[in-house]
């Protein structure tokens, strides 16, 4: 009896005492404070962080693909009779590898310095066809860019380029080979041109000099001061900020390179990424909870606003060069830091631009599905588990002054080609995130585990005491037993043995 008293009290107390340390430590977040701490000093820029070998040289491959747009009607688009007709070609698809090289730590390594080198494989297996044999019908690029450099130079001055153009059989389109148009060619109006401008470069390709090049130093805060900082550009090419825009706001080198972000996202932040190609930075909003190999991600995609007008977003005010003239959403004019090529990006197909351009085009039509940038994001560690880059490259072809050919143009901004910069973690990382973010969720939930011990106690307890009740015995009557007295022997041998009782005295 006193071993079940024992184990009730017992139980009872470390179950009641359990729980309310359970309950205690859940409320006050002591737990997921201590992880997400360690977290915050584990996910930094710094030798022997979880991170840093993985950012030095990721592991995931990343892929490039290239599709171009093909036109169908040159002849017709010039002379004015009809839109240009275009058709997709592609995926050619590349191996992109991207080590960091020259890293030094600077600042008493509160950050770090480096170069991201690229380097391209092609990889047929992944491609529609060999780009050194398939050829493609596109906008003259150089010509357009010599008409755009020199259309503000007077009537005479641009009729007199014109017939030189015109003498060496320079059309408004031309036709190479995929891979001339990536990698390069020798142009004959700027061979003719070098010889006026030694300057000149003669050759001219859309990837040209890009294979094991770099966009520059860049500088990253490590995080090893503040983890809101983890990525963040301090500096490129030595510089705090860009000088090619018309506003601060618009030359601000905003956010990382989008290879990593801090810890502990939050579906509310508003991510900023630079992108040297598109010469600014950009912003990303929350989209929608994903899931990519079994690790839980937020979705994170640039909204209209990003390529909208001034007029939709007066944040990008300073974009435009030419304010009397500027482009509608969708669209931005990146010719300032393109060598004066009048060249505009966009997403692909005109993805969340105004319909007006998709419009002007036969063979153009945006799919959400297709033509989306988006980074998923592990929120607990910041780490990019898919991302799909997605850009296009337009010209904007308009009637130039002097140049005959460019007399039945109306100001178009015309498709060269789209790519899709591509990457999925790979099993190893994924694997290795998978238990790093149970081993979170385990600390985080450790007070859970408290509480439901604490109340498998007190429910040991309560069971104690029931049956501990169930077994106690139970009252009777109050009922005198007497034993029978040896005198009544006599009466024993005329009546038989009995047991007698002793009355109970009624006064």
Sequence with gaps: MRKGSCCMFTSGVVGALLLIAGIGLFVSGFF????????????????????????????????????????????????????????????????????KRNVTFVDNETKVSAYTVKS???????????????????????????????????????????????SIGTTLFMTHTVEEMLWGFKDPLLTRLKSIKPDTDEYFGLMINKNGSNDGEFVYHTGAQNYMDFGRIFTWNGEKKLSFWRTNQ???INGSDGSGFHALLSKEERLNVFSPDLCRSIHMRFEKEVEV???????????????????????????????????????????????????????????????????????????????????????????PVRAMKRAQINIHLERVTGFPLTRNLNSTIFPILFLNESVVIDDVS???????????????????????????????????????????????????????????????????????LTPVDES
């Design 120 to 166: 391209f494989v092609f990889l047929p297996e992944k491609s529609v066809g060999d780009p050194k044999v398939d050829v493609v019908t596109t906008v003259n690029i150089p010509a357009v860019a010599v008409i755009n450099r020199i259309k503000g130079l007077g009537f005479w001055v641009s009729s007199g380029i014109s017939m030189y153009m015109g």
């Design 293 to 383: 190999k079994g690790i839980p991600a937020y979705r994170f995609t640039p909204p209209r606003a990003v390529f909208a007008s001034a007029k939709n977003n007066p944040e990008n005010e300073g974009f435009c060069l030419t304010p009397n003239n500027c482009l509608d959403d969708g669209v931005m004019d990146v010719s300032v830091c393109r060598k004066g090529a009048p060249v505009v990006v966009s997403f692909p197909h005109f993805h969340l631009g105004a319909e007006k351009y998709a419009k002007a085009i036969d063979g153009i039509s945006p799919v959400h599905e297709r033509h989306q940038t988006f980074l998923d994001l592990n929120p607990t560690m910041g780490v």
């Design 250 to 252: 618009s030359n601000m």
């Design 32 to 99: 997921q404070t201590l992880i997400h701490n360690k977290l915050k000093g584990e996910i930094t820029l710094t030798e022997g962080s979880k991170v840093f070998a993985s950012w030095k040289n990721p592991p995931p491959p990343v892929y490039i693909q290239f599709f171009f747009f093909n036109v169908t009607n040159p002849e017709e688009f010039l002379k004015g009779e009809a839109k240009p007709r275009l058709t997709e070609m592609g995926p050619y698809t590349f191996r992109q590898y991207r080590p």
């Design 430 to 500: 994924a694997a290795r995130i998978q238990k790093l973010l149970l081993i979170v969720t385990l600390v985080s939930y450790f007070p859970l585990l408290i509480v439901a011990l604490g109340v498998i106690l007190l429910l040991v307890c309560i069971i104690l005491v029931i049956r501990f009740n169930q077994n106690k015995p139970s009252a009777k009557k109050d009922t005198s037993y007497a034993p029978v007295s040896d005198k009544a022997d006599d009466q024993d041998e005329k009546n038989g043995t009995y047991i007698g």
